[in-house]
């Protein structure tokens, strides 16, 4: 079941390349003892990075920092194959110390030019407590309305996720996720959905693990639903490389993708390709242009099956 | 029927006649930039070439072609791109070169076209050879071919062929005379002697005064059962870093001002109206477009970066191209 919808967020939604950061890792203790293994939606996420977004269109984003907890995003969107839009993006983040760490407290929106809005507050309720509202709208709407709480223990971590609760029509969709450190490398868990309507009700069960290495990280997720394996290979300081598998069982579908990401910090590159089974090419050059605090992003996908072709520019200024 | 543009000599005026089969025929023949073309002068107070006029005050320059009235302005707007093109540009030698692009197109078709270009080596000026003949392949097998030669040094002659796949969708043939002040020229296009059809444009172009140029157009065209003609009056006038133009005759008007603002800036602006209904080229209206060219210095690249926007029909378009060479 999946659960929140990405945001549209600036740079730094993926492997932003000039960042000092050690290769994704968890909280790593010195002391010995395992780590907290993180959320359940970050297992695929460091070879879901290494993929190039399909761009389409013109894009043009202002980034706009008014100072350490508060930045604004301006986003115009021209596009041969959707609607056009304008939308506004506003992060207020609790405190300054996290500005790089993804699930740092924060209240995030994003209003479109249709009126459709995309709210996300994460709070820290303590230091082991975290909570999470998501409310999204297609123009007067609402899509989606969740509610989630996830406690991290010392080596294991539990998230209860209420969405779209609906006292009228009493539909509701529980999702609950466990995950375990079971080594320093191994981290073993679930994820128990329940969904409930007026006529029906079901519940899935997913199993995942994951295995992870400095080098490289494997992780699988199988289950009646379907089954999602991922391997991310930091070949080195430039070459990152990752494989994607995923089966689903309600559309009797399979697809592989390969992808890379090769950056070149000296020309201020980041090249990032892919190709899947279903024989869909991509590949997105981002450049920093140097003097100016601007980055030029262009990007094709071809399909070749379909005979398709997509382009995309994109400007990201600030 | 469509027209063949080249960078230099005349062609018939693109759309003057309502000739039936002509659909727009893809891929204009396209000289590689940067190779020594012979390319002709358009506006009359630099020197048109091989006339020299020593004495400006009693010798009026020679005016240019017909054709290339309108061409300054019309080369500052934007070339419409979309999808993504790779090209290649390769000089085999000071006489011979040749290119190889692939497009990849969102809306149109992907392909392969290999050009190649063949400069003569008797020259007629600082940058000018002759002859030149230029050809133009697709992967689906479209020709496109011309070859330009200077019969004397007065008379200049061009013949260009194009082909859709393997069906002939343009052939044609002409040819100009330069005198001191006047240029006239004659074009025969698409001569077909067993159906009894074909088109004649005749040009001529005279300098009246040192910045004001005069000239008018014909068209007779005839296929079995009918014939007809259009004709079109010319006037042009140059200032200082100004051009221009205006065309009126039985096929509409045609009005274009360019400006040359400093070493950097040029503006254009054209005005077109038809009095008959386009079904080939169309003109949309609230277009708004934009190209950036970049050159990658170090490397022998350029980038091409491109939008349009037509907000009528609520239509976008971008693409990027690559240069090398």
Redesign the interface.
Known sequence: MGSVLALSSGPGHQNWPFSTDPPPSRWDRRDGRLPNPGSFHSLHRSCKDVFPQQIE??KMIINKTLSSFFKVSHTLH???VSP?YYRFHVEHLQSDDYSKDKDAPALIGEMDSSGSLNAHALLHLSERVRARTVFQTQQSQFVTWQFETEYRGNDFTAAVTVANPDVLRESVILVAHFLQSVSSGLVLGGELVYHRGRAEEGGILTLAGQYSRPNWVATLNAGKGGAHASYYHRANKQIQVGVEFEASTRTQETTTSFGYQMELPEANMVFRGMINSRCIIGGVLEKRLTPLPATLI?G?F?NHRGD??????GVNVG | MGSVLAAASPSPAPAAVAAGGGQGVPGLVSVPPGFTMPSVSSVPPTSGSGQQTSDADSLLPNPGTYEECHRKCKEVFPLQM???RLVVNKGLSNHFQVSHTIT???QGD?GYRFGATYVGSKQTGPTESFPVMVGDMDNTGSLNAQVIHQLTTAVRSKIAIQTQQHKFVNWQCDMEYRGEDFTSAVTLGNPDVLVGSGILVAHYLQSITPALALGGELVYHRRPGEEGTVTSLLGRYTGDNYVATLTLGGAGAHATYYHKANDQLQIGVEFEASTRIMTITTQDNWVVGATLEKKLVPLPLTLA?G?F?NHRKN??????GVTIG
Request: glycine letters at 12%.
């Open positions: 269109g013109v021209l596009s041969a056009s262009m094709a071809v398709k072709l997509q382009v995309g520019l | 979309e999808g993504v990849l197109s969102t992907s970066l939008a926007l239509k976008f378009q971008c693409g990027f």
